[in-house]
């Protein structure tokens, strides 16, 4: 018991965790004073690997383990949990941390809040008003995006100052992997991309088609560049000056097929556009999608035909948001 009375009984400290650096395990081992358990909720769960999401779920959770581990916390009062993100349904994903938390907690309703409001990226602190907030007090500059960023750049000596020794390496071994090389060929690019660019992020414009067939399955494409290389994407294409944007989702889609962007059985979409415009979409600067729903009255032929649920199924393959786009462009509601 506290001088202020008793411990919640269990608290929630939700983030990506991508890695843990060493003021995610101050954060942790201060929220073991306040709370009875501590339920870790680690999100972008089943994303593609990318330089933003390198490490899975699993992953982390070993990550987290290990960097607990150093500082002497009690696991036995750790509880892991992870949620995917749904980045243009927010009230989807706030169910699915609430439904998370229940299943660890068994209902309890003595749950708080662990967190620090440091900027934009805490704003879900403010998205469960049931549960009561508990500040930390560990104020720290550490970023995990700092922390990737060296690690892609073979800066290590920086890397080991801002994680703990196990959580070290963790990482130190995972550069043995061919998942490593893969993230690291998308950082050189990366590099490239940003020196040629001058000025970074670039504002770009992309139309994408999700183009469904007779029997219902939807077509996607496999990247071939990177970033995101080998990943099913659909398909998309940079608008052209001369062209409208219903215009270049035409001419994807028709690549795609196999066929001419004429092609009377390619069928025009009955909706406008829905615009998917998150700022940090996509890696590859700041790309705004428009999203047009059309239809081929065509022979379903090929690889890349996927009924809604095999699409839905493997949210790891899937470029960028593209999951995303797929939750809204497959549901029951979405125009065919």
């Known amino acids: 018991m506290s001088a202020l009375g008793p411990l919640p009984a269990f608290g929630v400290y939700i983030g ?13 081992e201060e929220a073991l004073e306040k709370v009875g358990t501590l339920i870790v909720v680690i999100g972008s769960a089943r994303a593609p690997r990318t330089l933003k999401n390198p490490w899975t779920a699993g ?3 070993e990550l987290l383990s290990a960097g607990l581990r150093d500082v002497g916390a009690d696991l036995r009062r750790v509880r892991f949990a992870a949620v995917p993100d749904h980045p243009y349904d927010e009230e989807r994903w706030q169910r699915e941390v609430r439904a998370v938390v229940a299943a660890q907690t068994g209902g309890a309703s003595e749950v708080a809040l662990m967190g620090h409001l440091k900027d934009d990226s805490s704003y879900y602190l403010r998205s469960f008003p049931e549960w009561p907030f508990l500040p930390t007090a560990v104020v720290s500059p550490l970023s995990a995006t700092d922390v990737r960023r060296a690690y892609f ?6 890397v080991a100052g801002m994680v703990s020794p196990a959580v070290f390496a963790w990482l130190d071994a995972f550069r043995q992997t061919s998942d490593f090389a893969e993230l690291e060929a998308d950082a050189a690019w990366l590099r490239g991309a940003q020196a040629e660019a001058g000025t970074w992020p670039p504002l770009r414009v992309e139309a994408l088609a999700a183009v469904r067939g007779p029997a219902g399955r939807v077509r996607l494409v496999r990247r071939h560049e990177r970033p995101g290389r080998g990943l099913w994407t659909l398909p998309g ?5 001369a062209e409208t944007l219903a215009a270049a989702a035409r001419r994807a889609a028709a690549a795609a097929l196999g066929v001419t962007p004429s092609d009377p059985a390619l069928l025009p979409s009955p909706a406008p556009a829905t615009v998917y415009d998150a700022p940090g979409r996509s890696e590859r600067g700041r790309v705004i999608a ?10 379903e032929e090929g690889e890349g035909w996927l009924t809604p649920a095999q699409a839905l199924a493997q ?21 065919r």
Do not use: I, Y
Request: avoid cysteine.
């Open 315 to 335: 949210p790891e393959e899937l470029f960028e948001d593209t999951h995303a786009l797929l939750e809204q462009a497959l549901s029951p509601a979405a125009p």
């Open 237 to 241: 294409a940079e608008v052209l000056p």
């Open 290 to 299: 428009h999203v047009f729903a059309l239809a081929w009255a065509g022979e």
């Open 16 to 28: 990506r965790f991508q890695p843990p650096h060493a003021a995610h395990l101050r954060v942790m």
């Open 153 to 158: 750049a073979g800066k290590l000596e920086a």
């Open 59 to 61: 992953e982390r959770q």
